[in-house]
T-cell receptor, first 111, second 115 residues
Framework: KQEVTQIPAALSVPEGENLVLNCSFT??????LQWFRQDPGKGLTSLLL?????REQTSGRLNASLDKSSGRSTLYIAASQPGDSATYLC??????????FGTGTRLKVLA | NAGVTQTPKFQVLKTGQSMTLQCAQD?????MYWYRQDPGMGLRLIYY???????DKGEVPNGYNVSRLNKREFSLRLESAAPSQTSVYFC??????????????FGDGTRLSIL
């Protein structure tokens, strides 16, 4: 059974620091992996999607990598800002209609 | 540019009451989903609809029913609410092609409390 794990559950960093969020999954038979941002009281906003054949995707200060063989993905946030404070979730797509979500990392960037 | 719209945003029910959560998307997606999000757990799929007129059970379907009214709308019904159904409910939509570069899109959620 596919499991998606995100460690740590919570993280506090000072503004300006570069940081890495981790996502691990147990079964490498995935179609893609998505990183989402969730603000308090809001839904999930897609940040980056990496297809299984890709190694990384970049959007602005965000860079996501994927290593299927080791079952790991990382989300790199450069020069963090207080506005980056949110919960970050990863999800793997296993089939046409099947997604498995991690429990998220709650990030707080201190001004 | 609405995306996925859910109503209501908040609801408090008494045990045994029924209610319907509404969801509509304007992205012409074939696939729609209902998830619940509980503290310390990842989103869990309740039901999904591959296309208009079809629905299928997800991981946690017990106590729920769904209706895919048309391509835009997908509703979730609690027939007899129980305290264990207290949760945040999210509707999502996506393209049905697994190799698509299009992500799942989510609504803002319905926060439901069952007393």
């Amino acid at each position: 059974k596919q499991e998606v794990t995100q460690i740590p559950a919570a993280l506090s960093v000072p503004e300006g620091e570069n940081l890495v969020l981790n996502c691990s999954f147990t079964d490498s038979a995935i179609y893609n992996l998505q990183w989402f941002r969730q603000d308090p009281g809001k839904g999930l906003t897609s940040l980056l999607l990496i297809q299984s054949s890709q190694r990384e995707q970049t959007s602005g200060r965000l860079n996501a990598s994927l290593d299927k063989s080791s079952g790991r993905s990382t989300l790199y946030i450069a020069a963090s800002q207080p506005g980056d404070s949110a919960t970050y979730l990863c999800a793997v797509r296993l089939g046409t209609y099947k997604y498995i979500f991690g429990t998220g990392t709650r990030l707080k960037v201190l001004a | 540019n609405a995306g996925v719209t859910q109503t209501p945003k908040f609801q408090v029910l008494k045990t045994g009451q029924s209610m319907t959560l509404q969801c509509a998307q304007d992205m012409n997606h074939n696939s729609m989903y209902w998830y619940r999000q509980d503290p310390g757990m990842g989103l869990r799929l309740i039901y999904y609809s591959a296309s208009e007129g079809t629905t299928d059970k997800g991981e946690v379907p017990n106590g729920y029913n769904v209706s895919r009214l048309n391509k835009r709308e997908f509703s979730l019904r609690l027939e007899s609410a129980a305290p264990s159904q207290t949760s945040v409910y999210f509707c999502a939509s996506s393209e049905a092609v697994v190799m698509s570069n299009q992500p799942q899109h989510f609504g803002d959620g319905t926060r439901l409390s069952i007393l």
